[in-house]
Structures are given as structure tokens and as C-alpha cells.
Nanobody
Framework: QVQLVESGGGLVQAGGSLRLSCVAS??????MGWYRQAPGKQRELVAR???????SIADFVKGRFTISRDNAKNTVYLQMNSLKPEDTAVYFC?????????WGQGTQVTVSS
């Protein structure tokens, strides 16, 4: 059973930055990703990174968000710059291991205008 624990969320003004972290309970030999869900909206993929470091960033955050991972620390990061009020959401860490989906508990990001 893989456990994912996110941290780093909080309240920030528009234009500010936050870095989210997600620590896995074991080494993850598959892609990891960040999703977000705003109130009343569906969960959407924000960014994904493969084990080799290949990244995929959603168009709506491209140029502002970057994803990285430190395999030695079982950790994936989401660096969020130039934050906008529309980035307000709960951000979830995600991975698939042996065909099973794993989600973190989520961390709230609130961007004030």
C-alpha cells in the first residue's frame, strides 16, 4: 500500500509562488503527477513526470509551473510561480503502482487577488 503525503499549500497573493511536495512511502518506479480540483469543478491533471524525468505540463499552467522529482527522497515537487486566483484548488499527488491508483490527501492552495 503506497502512501502519498502532500505539503506546501497555503494562502498566497496573486503573483506569488509556492512549492508543493509529495513524499511517497516507498520508491516509485512509475510516473507521478499532480492534479487539482477547484470547488464545483472536475479534477484536472496539472503536471506529470516519468521516472526518467520527462515532464508534461498542462497548457493552462505552462510557463508558470514546473514539476520535478527526487527519486532518492521518494519525492515529487510542483513549483508554482506567478500564481493566479484561478489556481485556487486542492492539489493532489497521484501515481499508479502495479495497476493500482494512489492519491494523496490533498493540500489546499488559495490565491488571493
Amino acid at each position: 500500500q503506497v502512501q502519498l503525503v502532500e505539503s506546501g499549500g497555503g494562502l498566497v497573493q496573486a503573483g506569488g509562488s509556492l512549492r508543493l511536495s509529495c513524499v511517497a512511502s516507498e520508491r516509485i518506479f512509475s510516473s507521478m503527477g499532480w492534479y487539482r480540483q477547484a470547488p464545483g469543478k472536475q479534477r484536472e491533471l496539472v503536471a506529470r513526470i516519468s521516472t526518467s524525468g520527462t515532464t508534461s505540463i498542462a497548457d493552462f499552467v505552462k510557463g508558470r509551473f514546473t514539476i520535478s522529482r527526487d527519486n532518492a527522497k521518494n519525492t515529487v515537487y510542483l513549483q508554482m510561480n506567478s500564481l493566479k486566483p484561478e489556481d485556487t484548488a486542492v492539489y493532489f499527488c497521484y501515481t499508479v503502482v502495479s495497476g493500482n491508483n494512489y492519491w494523496g490527501q490533498g493540500t489546499q492552495v488559495t490565491v488571493s487577488s
